[in-house]
Each structure stands twice: as structure tokens, then as C-alpha cells.
């Protein structure tokens, strides 16, 4: 059963910085790319960040690059998303999602707040 636990989402002000953290369980983590997407109030979810299996390409959402860094540790079977710079446009819910290549399911986290205002 795949599944996900999302951490590190809160209240932060206008510049500053968190980092999230997405454990999954279920299916061979190692082998498979991971995203982050997110969803603010009343608009549809976006993707935020991707990276490869290995970790040695990934890619951003222009709204977010360069202020936020994606990476992984397969040993932990854990995705991240750092996020620097914050702004108050940056206040969603975050997701951590993978897509099975064998039936192109997506499987979702439940979701981390993540609140940028003064």
C-alpha cells in the first residue's frame, strides 16, 4: 500500500524559509521520480518541483525557482522541498506525489499548510 507522510508546513513571515519533508512507503522509492505540487485556496493544484530517481536532475516551476531546492535521500525513502524567500503567494497546500509508470496512477501525500504572511 503506497503511502506518504508529509511534515514541516506552519506559519512562517514574509522571507523566510521552511523545509518539507515527504516519507513514502509501499513501493521501491529508489527507482522512481518524484514531485512536489501545490494548491492554493480556490485555484487548481500546480507543480512546484520534480526530481529523477537518483536525484541528479530535477526541475522547478518558474514562480519558485530559485528560491526553492528539491532533493531526496532514497536510504530514507524521503523528498524535500526547501524553501527560501517565502511570499505571501507562496501560501498553500502542499503535496508530495508520485505516478506509478505501470498503471499512471498518481498517489498523493495528505497534504502540509503552508502559510507565508506578516
Known amino acids: 500500500q503506497v503511502q506518504f507522510v508529509e511534515s514541516g508546513g506552519g506559519l512562517v513571515q514574509p522571507g523566510g524559509s521552511l523545509r518539507l519533508s515527504c516519507v513514502a512507503s509501499?513501493?521501491?522509492?529508489?527507482?522512481?521520480?518524484m514531485s512536489w505540487y501545490r494548491q492554493a485556496p480556490g485555484k487548481e493544484r500546480v507543480l512546484v518541483a520534480t526530481?529523477?530517481?537518483?536525484?541528479?536532475?530535477?526541475s522547478y516551476a518558474d514562480s519558485v525557482k530559485g528560491r526553492v531546492t528539491i532533493s531526496r535521500d532514497n536510504a530514507k525513502n524521503t523528498v524535500y522541498l526547501q524553501m527560501n524567500s517565502l511570499k505571501p503567494e507562496d501560501t498553500a497546500v502542499y503535496y508530495c506525489?508520485?505516478?506509478?509508470?505501470?498503471?499512471?496512477?498518481?498517489?498523493w501525500g495528505q497534504g502540509t499548510q503552508v502559510t507565508v504572511s506578516s
Open positions: 506525489k508520485w505516478r506509478n509508470p505501470y498503471n499512471i496512477n498518481n498517489y
Open positions: 509501499g513501493f521501491t522509492f529508489s527507482s522512481y521520480a
Open positions: 526530481i529523477s530517481s537518483a536525484g541528479g536532475s530535477t
